[in-house]
């Protein structure tokens, strides 16, 4: 299928052949017919897109600050490998479309069928595509007689009215609403609909009577407003003003406090500057409210993604609820968007729908229209294409090409001899066109079954959300091939008993990601603790940083960071160790993530992983310190390794800023790719990767009861 893309380090839009999306359980498949361009808010992405990197900082200070530390952090080169991979990543446009449902998930059957007239909402959702994949409460039927090019409007629609719901907007109201861009003139028209006498200003003075036409009662320029607000409002300034522009000026929010009366309120839905003077706004005593895009739900995974639903007598409008209600409107003609549009190119001719915005030709409502093949597409994804493996390669096929596999794996394969990139499997497709473009690979899908068809795919690496890596595990080895798995191999002892079934006698070679095991920094300290007769002790800490609320890793997608990435380490101290693990004992902290488990051994040797969410980012991640035979060896964050013993001191590895962390994944993959070429001893056994998976679920234990756990 095509889709409209944005290459996020030159700017660059693109129309693309990629994969089609498969639907997920709590989505709705949906053939695009129409989608909408927001010429304000995809002009202000171009125009970053369009940005150096020293203009990409500079207009994102925040995401420069977290650059700047991971730099301090994990080095330059670990650093630039991460940035860029973001930057070369393909950004899908589009955030409001209108289409038909081709495939409905199992979990909305009963709301959605086949041939349902839909409008959907969401950036990487609704995108300009022919084909996406959009979870239920993204998604609301058409009414009769709404016709798909109006609409594609939903999105806009129900920003603008979650804009007037914050200001509570009533009968016979002065409402000023400040820019007269699409979302100004659709917030313009719910306020005239909901009988409030209104005002529009904007510089564009064909735009100011477009606002008249959709309902306005007074619609001028700025030195208008200024020379007449007065009179319309009776002389007591305006009881709202719903700012809707689009600039880094503080100008709307300072003028605002001007044409404001006693108490008004102030209400932020465009992006505008917002050092407002505090003295004018003390004074009237105004109230300032950012409206929250499309509504409540909005930026809630549980709510977009996940499909649940807020008790409708706290939450009555939900994003859904309003995308439900601007249908409606248009339905009934109480929203006037026909008025809006002023220009329509086939998805063909995307790009000069682009070239127009970014050349700051005049334009409003930029539709979309799609070709309708008489063939449904289908419900799973299909590869873009296939060719036959080369002989003498191992082939290899991924699933899942996440932030991860494209800045640490996928360059550690690109300089490995002896095997074949097959397979690039990503849900969207987007990903995997990517990645299958700039690595070479032989096929692009979204449908991990493509993968385990394949004949030429000998081996699988999964690096999917972790609530499916058992499942995928699982097919993979029944399908008869080997087995990359990233941390952790799953989410429960019942699906680590199923793998270790399934692997034993096999045949396949099955490893974990515990990468650590490989890593040049490491290996100097587990060799001298070999050399050590007695206890030995292993401290190794963890200044892991917190997550940004929300994210997956912390819901029933990654089970939490303990199972998650915790793993990584509770399996590097059985490593260094090699002794027989006898104890558990875990406790976790009131942070975010905050855990101290102890790993006693049979020989008296004890382990100490501490793990912290609370640190400075900025400081290094990882130390490990070891203690036997009278000498103590130190790993410092993967940059040098020193071991010291009667007052002296060795240096064991080094390197520097410039050349990164070497954390072991490129050797942990080379030795994988060996065993799958029948070398089996350059792996852990199975036993002992299923093994060291179940510490940290013995640690859960260990939390959960409050005791020691006998291993």
Not at 165 to 175: I, S
Not at 304 to 322: A, C, H, I, K, L
Not at 656 to 667: D, E, F, L, Y
């Amino acid at each position: 299928m095509k889709q409209v893309v944005q290459n996020l380090r030159s700017g660059k839009v693109e129309l693309r052949e990629v994969p089609q999306p498969s639907v997920g359980k709590n989505e709705v498949l949906v053939r695009t017919h129409a989608s909408l361009i927001s010429a304000g808010t995809e002009r202000m992405m171009m125009d970053f897109a369009g940005k150096s990197l020293v203009g990409k900082a500079k207009e994102r200070p925040d995401l420069a600050s977290k650059v700047i530390n991971k730099m301090q952090r994990d080095g330059v080169v670990d650093t630039l490998s991460s940035v860029f991979a973001r930057l070369e990543e393909p950004m899908p446009l589009g955030y409001s479309a209108a289409g038909e449902v081709v495939a409905v998930g199992s979990a909305v059957a009963h709301e959605f069928a086949i041939g349902d007239r839909v409008a959907v909402a969401g950036a990487g959702q609704a995108n300009h595509a022919e084909v996406n994949a959009v979870p239920k409460n993204l998604c609301v039927k058409l009414p009769e007689g709404v016709e798909y090019a109006q609409g594609c409007y939903a999105t806009l629609g129900a920003i603008a009215l979650h804009g007037v719901r914050n200001a509570d907007v009533k009968l016979g109201d002065r409402v000023l609403v400040v820019g007269l861009g699409l979302v100004g003139q659709l917030v313009s028209q719910l306020c005239a609909a909901a009988g409030a006498r209104v005002a529009g200003v904007d510089m564009n003075l064909e735009r100011c009577m477009l606002a008249r036409q959709g309902g306005a009662q007074w619609a001028v320029g700025p030195q208008g407003l200024a020379e007449g607000y007065k009179q319309f409002t009776d002389g007591r300034g305006f009881d709202t003003i719903l700012i809707c522009a689009a600039t880094d000026s503080d100008g709307p929010i300072e003028q605002a406090a001007e044409w404001a009366r006693d108490r008004a309120t102030v209400i932020l839905v465009g992006k505008v500057g917002t050092r407002f003077p505090y003295a004018s706004y003390m004074k009237k005593e105004l109230t300032v409210r950012v409206s929250r895009s499309y509504g409540p739900g909005r930026y809630d995974p549980a709510f977009e993604v996940q499909g649940m639903s807020y008790p409708v007598g706290f939450v009555p409008w939900t994003e859904r609820e309003n995308l439900g209600e601007v249908v409606r409107l248009i339905g009934n003609g109480r929203l006037k968007v026909d008025l809006l549009t002023t220009h329509t190119f086939p998805l063909e001719e995307a790009l000069k729908g682009y070239d127009m915005i970014a050349k700051g030709l005049p334009c409003l409502g930029v539709v979309l229209s799609y070709p309708q093949p008489k063939k449904a597409p289908k419900e799973k994804g299909e590869a873009v294409s296939v060719a036959p493996k080369k002989d003498g390669k191992v082939g290899i096929s991924l699933l899942g090409v996440g932030g991860f596999a494209r800045s640490v794996i996928l360059p550690a394969l690109g300089k490995m001899s002896g095997i074949e990139l097959r397979g690039v499997v990503s849900k969207g497709g987007l990903s995997s066109a990517h990645v299958t473009t700039k690595y070479n690979a032989a096929w692009a899908g979204t449908d991990a079954n493509t993968v385990l068809t394949d004949k030429g795919t000998d081996a699988v690496m999964i690096m999917t959300r972790h609530n499916v890596h058992a499942q995928q595990t699982l097919e993979a080895l029944k399908a008869g091939k080997h087995v990359w798995v990233e941390k952790p191999l799953a989410l429960s002892m019942d699906e680590i008993a199923k793998i270790e079934k399934a692997a034993a006698g096999s045949g396949r070679a099955v490893m974990v990601g515990f990468n650590r095991r490989y890593s040049p920094a490491l290996i100097p300290l587990k060799q001298r603790l070999e050399s050590v007769s007695g206890p030995k002790q292993v401290l190794v800490r963890i200044n892991a940083g917190r997550l940004e609320d929300g994210g997956w890793q912390q819901s029933d997608e990654g089970g939490g960071r303990l199972l998650g990435e915790v793993c990584h380490f509770t399996d590097m101290c059985l490593w260094m160790m090699g002794e027989t693990l006898s104890e558990v004992h875990a406790v976790q902290g009131a942070g975010q993530d905050d855990y101290v488990i102890t790993l006693r051994f049979d020989d008296g040797s004890v382990a100490t992983v501490f793990y912290t969410s609370e640190g400075d980012p900025s400081q290094a991640k990882e130390r490990v310190e070891v203690f036997g035979g009278g000498g103590v060896g130190v790993m410092d964050n993967y940059m040098s390794t020193t071991w010291s013993v009667n007052g002296k001191k060795r240096v064991l590895y080094k390197k520097s800023m410039m050349k990164g962390q070497q954390k072991g994944h490129a050797p942990a993959i080379a030795a994988w790719v060996k065993a799958c070429r029948g070398e089996l001893g350059q792996i852990p056994t199975v036993e002992e990767l299923c093994f060291s998976s179940r510490v940290t679920f013995w640690a859960a234990e260990s939390i959960s009861k409050g005791t020691v756990v006998k291993v």
